[in-house]
């Protein structure tokens, strides 16, 4: 199972409430390096591409009042469990009668979308991507907020997608167009077909109007319904901006 370093990182601060015997007895368990002496040896370990982390994360989920019972402050044990459910529910996770059930398709060994689309931006030239990795961000901090902020988790991952595509579209002239002007740009200078641009203009005029729900969907469904919609469509101009021969575009 694939999970996000967000959730890697909130694993780490739920288990960094345990004493460190605790923490690497439970990695030796899963013959993960049981030598943390500290939290960034425990980030370290969690993060590493190469460990699977799923046995951990479904043992905590398991056995959540075991674990509680261990740390003195009760609340800081389930603030931080919280945060972890909510990550884990931003992957494609929910948790049900301490299991872990995939609420969504997910692919064995591939990296989660937001995570390969943060490496992307950090590889690019958009002089905003600072910005755009921050807006990410903050969707996810609003979504995990308590209480959820869901209008603001759409507000900034939509924010995310129309800086990349103002971005990309400044390149043609160095005019910092509005959304409609840059998307519309980008078709005319053969960066987009014109049913890309159609799609994409689709995605997020259907995301912005939050005034009626989806028959069927709740308020936290639907937000992460659309956060993950747009994070798609963010990957996938990133992917073509990065890796086509810049050569092609007239404006490049």
Request: some cysteine.
């Amino acid at each position: 199972m694939s999970f996000s370093k967000r959730t890697k990182l909130s694993l780490a601060q739920l288990l960094n409430l345990q004493n460190y015997q605790t923490i690497n007895l439970l990695l030796e368990k899963y013959s993960l390096p049981s030598t943390c002496m500290n939290i960034n040896d425990l980030k370290d370990i969690l993060t590493n591409v190469n460990h699977d982390i799923f046995p951990i994360i479904h043992e905590v989920i398991a056995t959540p009042k075991s674990l509680k019972d261990n740390v003195i402050s009760k609340i800081s044990f389930n603030e931080r469990f919280d945060d972890l459910k909510k990550c884990l529910l931003l992957d494609g996770y929910k948790i049900e009668k301490n299991h872990l059930i995939r609420i969504e398709p997910i692919i064995d060994g591939i990296r989660p979308v937001e995570d390969d689309l943060i490496s992307i931006i950090e590889l690019t030239s958009l002089y905003q991507k600072k910005d755009i990795i921050k807006f990410i961000n903050e969707s996810a901090d609003a979504f995990k907020q308590s209480p959820p902020d869901y209008n603001g988790c759409l507000s900034k991952i939509r924010l995310s997608l129309e800086t990349i595509v103002r971005n990309i579209a400044n390149e043609v002239d160095g005019n910092n167009d509005k959304w409609g002007t840059s998307l519309n740009k980008l078709v005319k200078n053969n960066f987009f077909e014109k049913k890309e641009e159609e799609s994409i203009a689709a995605t997020y005029t259907f995301i912005s109007d939050g005034s009626h729900l989806p028959l069927g969907f709740t308020d936290e469904e639907y937000a992460r319904f659309g956060r993950n919609l747009i994070l798609s469509v963010c990957y996938y101009i990133i992917k073509k901006y990065h890796n086509q021969d810049k050569n092609i575009f007239s404006f490049l």
